[in-house]
């Protein structure tokens, strides 16, 4: 059973910079795709960036493309997200997906966050104004 555990989340003023990070343990998919999530209070759970971990194609969404940055580390079985350019509307709950289904990038991006298999238990960021 593959176990995902983000780190990294805090609170940073508007316009600055955070690394999360997800680390996998257990037995791990080699094809497959990972990703980050966010949910902010009240809100649903919504798509931010993911990476197919063979070959480390990328897609993010529309609202953070040019801000953040996702790669994968294979020798530490750990994926990153560099946020920069915070801003307020980035504050939420991330959260660090896999699905050992899911082997492109773009499709994660697709997926609804419900129909994912694994999570991990979630980072808060806050960025103030």
């Known amino acids: 059973q593959v176990q995902l555990r983000e780190s990294g989340g805090g609170l940073v003023q508007a316009g600055g910079s955070l690394r999360l990070s997800c680390s996998a343990s257990g037995r791990t998919f080699s094809d497959a795709a990972m990703g980050w999530f966010r949910q902010a209070p009240g809100k649903e759970r919504e798509f931010v960036a993911s990476i197919n971990w063979r070959v480390g194609s990328t897609y993010y969404a529309d609202s953070v493309k040019g801000r953040f940055t996702i790669s994968r580390d294979k020798a530490e079985n750990t994926v990153y997200l560099q946020m920069n350019s915070l801003k307020p509307e980035d504050t939420a709950v991330y959260y660090c997906?896999?699905?050992?289904?899911?082997?492109?990038?773009?499709?994660?991006?697709?997926?609804?966050?419900?129909?994912?298999?694994?999570w991990g238990q979630g980072t808060l960021v806050t960025v103030s104004s």
């Open positions: 997906a896999a699905d050992p289904k899911i082997t492109t990038a773009q499709l994660m991006g697709r997926t609804p966050a419900r129909y994912l298999e694994l």
